[in-house]
Structure formats: structure tokens, C-alpha cells
């Protein structure tokens, strides 16, 4: 129910080439659906799912590394 959308990519890894988004929006959406009582837990994964979709929306078509897309999602957890 929770995977994402590509395998797990053996050829590439190691190499800060693979785009995390995906990853990042299948975890977001696994806490949102075991759900979470605590207002602050689930406030957190609501900001998180934005900063992601966020930056799938503003950068999909660029080029960048794995850490650049993280550093860039954290910076708008900021």
C-alpha cells in the first residue's frame, strides 16, 4: 500500500543521483494514514508533505543531486 514509485534502484546507488521525492511523499502519506493522535506529530507531517510537494511543484524538472533536493525540502521545513 505504501511504495514507492520506482525500485530500489541497485545501479545507482551510492551515487546522490536518485530523486527522494517520492520517497518522501509515500512516508508522508503512511503516517498520515496510521494517523497520529498527538496535534504536533501530525501537524509535522502535514508540513513536511508540503515542503515536498512544494518542491516537486516549483523544481521536478531540474536536474539535482539526492542531497540537493533534501537540503532543499528541509530549508522550506524551516
Do not use: C, Y
Request: aromatic share 4%; no cysteine; proline share 4%.
Amino acid at each position: 500500500m505504501f511504495e514507492t514509485t520506482h525500485g530500489s534502484a541497485p545501479d545507482i546507488a551510492g551515487k546522490n543521483i536518485a530523486a527522494p521525492r517520492a520517497m518522501m511523499l509515500t512516508a508522508a502519506n503512511m503516517l498520515d494514514w496510521i494517523g497520529e493522535e498527538d496535534a504536533n506529530v501530525a501537524a509535522s507531517v502535514l508540513k513536511f508533505r508540503a515542503a515536498v510537494e512544494r518542491d516537486l511543484a516549483e523544481s521536478h524538472s531540474d536536474p539535482r543531486s539526492t542531497t540537493q533536493i533534501r537540503d532543499a525540502v528541509i530549508s522550506q521545513l524551516s
